[in-house]
């Protein structure tokens, strides 16, 4: 199977480190920088490595990380930590082994491992992009033809859609951030903070610059203009969060331009988790690749698809394109409660055998709590995909996709967003319905149409795609006691917790090297 190639590029070793008081160090590229940027080749794979970032360590598997770290695990594993295990969608079971016990808890600070490992690869990703840019000039570009300065220009324009991204999450996680960018000298400087607003309005200034000048469908694994749309979507669903300002009308519209790029609803749900899910770009806006044999990680699609499947109860791990399963989380009861009596959803994926449906016991009681198994190693034949115990999965993490664009713009305009009548909101919904039946049983009403229908069917469609704590945010339900799944706050009926834990704290060793950096609550 042909993915995107990460290739390996020996003098890129990227100089940043948890601890660094300059979060836009330049890639150590030395005497080879005037060689590799001296192609379109070299900038191309200076590219595949800003993708990258969000899926790999470094060059390897296993050693050659691109910076060091608490867990040495890739971003998007560091990721879902933060996104599932701290909701209802993902109990961690190996709390001891991979540090986690303050995620499900709610108990974290300032010194969370893995808080601080999502921070400084953000930011390590935005100074790939940095350094990218810096090299964009029309000056430099100046030296390549007229046709070469075109694509160069594009992928300009892609590494400022990366970067806005990782600026995005920034936002979504801390609400605030130091800003850096390729204007930002390399040395010598504090970069100063902004913060949720004024990420907001980096963040959306930037992708409206950039919408214009990326291809409408571009290749697989690559950003487009869908890309932004859907970003600008998300960004303006979570702004009264941000900012205390609704933007449901920005976001509506936002939504509209990504539907009308040309995708589609992929028929069969299970196949856009599989292990050839590369091949739905039909649905899939945007993915992080995984590749067994040219981007090895055991973060990433492997994490989630291994994770899932349990190592220790009666669940065949070859069914699922696996030689092991891993058994490192489960859902908690009350997410499956999304499920019941839907049977004939194709999105119910759980494996229920031998175990309770809560944890009521222990998180690391293994036979409490059903395994979520829609993410596969699978190929559409239903062969495996690759050599998990060797080599990873296969199965790339589809990090936009178009039934979230529909849910979004749906959610927009019952909150009172203009653009789009509630009976077209009504319609994208039961489309997405329709397809997890296969007919319109599922389909329902305008009546029915409510944001607690929303927030319930958002879990269905989307969980473990690392959603859902943005999510229940946004609704008002993630450190409330508006809705309680067990050990959240760290007992087993569960408990509200601070507010604050809406977001999470700067780490400590970047506020002792930036006085420009305050936590607001801890």
């Known amino acids: 199977m ?52 969000y899926s790999l360590i470094g060059q390897s598997k296993a050693g050659q990380e691109d910076l060091s770290s608490y867990s040495g695990h890739d971003l998007m594993r ?39 490992d999502v921070y400084y690869r953000l930011y390590y990703s935005i100074a790939l992009c940095n350094e990218f840019l810096r090299y964009c000039s029309d000056d430099v570009l100046s030296g390549f033809s007229a046709d070469e300065q075109a694509r160069l220009r594009t992928y300009a324009s892609e590494a400022r859609f990366m970067r806005a991204l990782s600026y995005s999450l920034v936002l979504d996680l801390f609400r605030q951030g130091p800003f850096v960018d390729e204007n930002t000298p390399t040395s010598g400087v504090m970069p100063p903070a902004l913060d949720a607003a004024g990420l907001f309005e980096y963040i959306e200034g930037e992708l409206l610059a950039i919408e214009g000048s990326l291809e409408n469908m571009p290749p697989y694994g690559r950003a487009g203009k869908g890309a932004v749309y859907t970003l600008l979507g998300r960004l303006y669903l979570n702004s009264e969060v941000y900012t205390g300002i609704p933007r449901w009308t920005e976001c509506i519209s936002a939504c509209k331009k990504a539907m009308g790029m040309g995708y589609s609803l992929e028929p069969d749900y299970l196949k856009l988790f599989n292990g050839e899910n590369n091949l739905r770009t039909n649905e899939i806006i945007l993915a992080f690749a995984n590749d067994a044999t040219n981007a090895t990680t055991w973060g990433s699609g492997t994490y989630i698809v291994c994770g899932c499947i349990g190592s220790d109860n009666a669940q065949s791990a070859p069914d699922y394109g696996i030689s092991t399963g891993w058994g490192s989380f489960r859902v908690h009861g009350q997410f499956y409660e999304l499920f019941k009596g839907a049977d004939g959803d194709s999105r119910n994926t759980f494996f229920t055998d031998g175990q309770t449906q809560y944890i009521t016991t222990s998180l690391e009681d293994g036979t409490q709590g059903y395994h979520a198994c829609k993410f596969t190693n699978l190929t559409d034949g239903g062969d495996a995909a690759s050599n998990s115990a060797a080599d990873g999965c296969n199965t790339d993490i589809p990090f936009f996709r178009l039934a979230d664009v529909y849910l979004i713009a749906a959610e927009a ?37 409510t944001l ?7 879990g269905r469609e989307l969980y473990l795609e690392m959603t859902r704590r943005t999510d229940l945010v946004r609704f008002g339900l993630f450190t409330t006691d508006k809705y309680l799944w067990n050990w959240k706050g760290g007992t087993a009926d569960g408990r509200a917790v601070d507010a604050r834990y809406n977001y999470f704290p700067i780490p400590a060793s970047e506020l002792s090297a930036n006085s420009n950096l305050k936590n607001m609550g801890y």
């Open 452 to 458: 607690d229908f929303l927030i319930d069917e958002r």
């Open 2 to 53: 042909k993915k995107i190639i990460i290739p390996v590029i020996a003098a890129l070793g990227i100089a940043l480190g948890s601890c660094t008081n300059d979060l836009d160090q330049q890639p150590q590229i030395g005497v080879t920088s005037g060689v590799i940027y001296s192609t379109v080749e070299g900038y191309e794979s200076v590219m595949a490595k800003i993708y990258g970032s």
């Open 78 to 116: 560091n990721y879902f930590n933060l996104q599932e295990g701290t909701t209802d969608e993902a109990a961690f079971r190996w709390l001891s082994g991979d540090n986690l016990w303050s995620l499900p808890f709610m108990n974290w600070d300032n010194s969370c491992p893995s808080v601080s």
């Open 413 to 449: 305009t019952v909150r009172g967003g203009e653009g789009m009548t509630r009976s077209e909101a009504l319609e994208l919904v039961n489309a997405i319905r329709g397809r997890a039946y296969g007919d319109a049983s599922g389909n329902i009403t305008d009546a029915q149409l």
